[in-house]
């Protein structure tokens, strides 16, 4: 899919009709959107302190782990997994 840099890595997904959950409507409160950058992932910016507080509460987490709200796509390709777990505390989807 192609993404427009400056475009978070969840809205491109949304925007491409991607489920990716995202319980805390985009504002780095929770990790239901973690994602994993198997490629491209030196692209992205460096994650904040909040981001990365946030991610030592991720499922699965690994050194390439973002949160999608919080992944800014750059110029550069990336692939990205989807895990199959989150932790989920607020789920409209039961």
């Given amino acids: 899919m192609d993404a427009e840099p400056g475009t978070t890595i969840l809205d ?7 489920e990716l959950e995202h319980a ?4 780095c409160a929770c990790t239901t959107c973690h994602l994993i ?3 491209g992932f030196e692209s992205l910016e460096d994650a904040d302190e909040v981001e990365e507080d946030m991610l030592d ?11 999608g709200c919080q992944a800014v796509v750059a110029d550069a390709d990336l692939v990205v997994e ?3 777990y989150n932790i989920n505390l607020a789920s409209e989807h039961h």
């Fill in 12 to 18: 491109a997904a949304l925007a491409h009709g991607i």
């Fill in 37 to 39: 950058v198997r490629e």
């Fill in 24 to 27: 805390c409507e985009k504002s």
């Fill in 57 to 67: 509460k991720a499922w699965g987490l690994e050194p390439e782990s973002r949160l």
């Fill in 82 to 84: 989807i895990p199959k």
